[in-house]
Every structure is written in structure tokens, then in C-alpha cells.
């Protein structure tokens, strides 16, 4: 079936390549970021976060960057493989509040 | 259940007919949300039940969208008369309390089309 997101900013990477993800986040009060991975008919999957009082943290071949300055976010996946293909999404969890505002994606291509 | 779980996972539909997509969260979560996702959009924010409080239905983009969660579990978001912008996927998510991180766990979704 057809796929959401069809017009995403696409980022094609070869295979065993690191790949870097970029999120621009709206609030400078908001104080806990994730990211969500979003394979082709499934819903998003958590894959990392991190909270306001840091600037890095790693995961299992990927790295979340926070610069609070510029209200930006990246996501870094070593060694990128086939199954990592999908729409990465940041999400923002606005302060005082339950509710996450997810930037727009980027659909990953890994290239064979 | 193991997992969030929404039906049906397809569903196409009439202009101006009415629709139901049901959302059954993961056993024991308290808190419940609603997602759209639009084609070539992020998700839009619809509306969030926790416990027996009031649900905020602040996202909700016109009155034409209701949700209901019955006996703090299954969730039911309504759709009356849709119109063919109504055309996205719906996504459900479950909590067992604000959803910090890996506690918040969506479904798979219901893709619907208004043709």
C-alpha cells in the first residue's frame, strides 16, 4: 500500500555508512526530546532521548546530539544497515504538558 | 495485550458517511492518546484521556471528531460526515503515565480513506 510520507526529506546513505539525522525543535522551554523510528506500515518505535540537562547520549549505534542553543536536534546511526530504512521523526514534549509535538520526518534510504 | 492494537487497520469510506476506529491500549495504561499522521506531515496531536480525568481534546480539529474511552480502556475516536482531508493514518498510543520515553508505545494504526 501506498506509504505516509511520500514527500519527506529523504536521506540516502550506502550500506555500513554513518548516517546523520537533523530536527529543528520549536520550544526552548521544552526539556525532553525523542527519537522515533517509523517503519512502512507500523507506528513510530521509540528509539532514544534525552532530557534538557544534556547534550549527548548513546545508544546502541546511535547517538542523540542536543544543542539547546539553536533549538537543535541530531540523531547519528553507525554503521548503517538495511533495517534502519524508515521515517525518523523527533519529538518535542512541550513543558507542564503530555503532549509531543513530532517534527514533520526524514525517510532514511539505505543504499546496498 | 503485548501491544497497542487498532482496527480495522484499513478502512475505506464514503464523503459524508460516519466512522469508528477503535483503539485497545496495552493492559493497565492509564494514559491514552490520539495521533494524526497526514501524508508527508509528522503527527498532529488530537486528544489524551488519563484515568478518570477529562480528556483534553484540544487537538481535535473540528466537531465533527469525538473520542470516548470506556471503563478506562478501550477507546473509540468517532468521525461524523468526513470529508476527504479526513484521509490519514490514525494513530493510538498508550501509557502507563505521561509516557517519558520508551513507556509510550503506539499502535499500528488505521489508514483511512475518504474517497
Known amino acids: 500500500g501506498e506509504s505516509v510520507g511520500l514527500h519527506l526529506p529523504t536521506l540516502s546513505v550506502q550500506e555500513g555508512d554513518n548516517s546523520i539525522i537533523n530536527c529543528a525543535y520549536s520550544n526552548s522551554a521544552s526539556d525532553y526530546f525523542i527519537w522515533y523510528k517509523q517503519e512502512s506500515g507500523k507506528g513510530p518505535q521509540f528509539i532514544i532521548d534525552i532530557r534538557s540537562n544534556m547534550d549527548k547520549r548513546q545508544g546502541q549505534r546511535v547517538t542523540v546530539l542536543l544543542n539547546k542553543t539553536v533549538k537543535h536536534l541530531s540523531l547519528q546511526i553507525a554503521a548503517t544497515q538495511p533495517g534502519d530504512s524508515a521515517v525518523y521523526f523527533c519529538?518535542?514534549?512541550?513543558?507542564?504538558?503530555?503532549?509531543?509535538?513530532f517534527g514533520t520526518g526524514t525517510r532514511l534510504k539505505v543504499l546496498a | 495485550g503485548a501491544g497497542v492494537s487498532q482496527s480495522p487497520s484499513n478502512k475505506v469510506t464514503e464523503k459524508g458517511k460516519d466512522v469508528e476506529l477503535r483503539c485497545d491500549p496495552i493492559?493497565?495504561?492509564?494514559?491514552l492518546y490520539w495521533y494524526r499522521q497526514s501524508l508527508g506531515q509528522g503527527l498532529e496531536f488530537l486528544i489524551y484521556f488519563q484515568g478518570n480525568s477529562a480528556p483534553d481534546k484540544s487537538g481535535l480539529p473540528s466537531d465533527r471528531f469525538s473520542a470516548e474511552r470506556t471503563g478506562g480502556s478501550v477507546s473509540t475516536l468517532t468521525i461524523q460526515r468526513t470529508q476527504q482531508e479526513d484521509s490519514a493514518v490514525y494513530l493510538c498510543?498508550?501509557?502507563?503515565?505521561?509516557?517519558?520515553?520508551?513507556?509510550?508505545?503506539f499502535g499500528s494504526g488505521t489508514r483511512l480513506t475518504v474517497v
Open positions: 493492559s493497565g495504561h492509564t494514559a
Open positions: 498510543a498508550s501509557s502507563l503515565d505521561k509516557g517519558r520515553g520508551d513507556g509510550y508505545t
Open positions: 519529538a518535542e514534549l512541550h513543558p507542564g504538558t503530555y503532549k509531543y509535538i
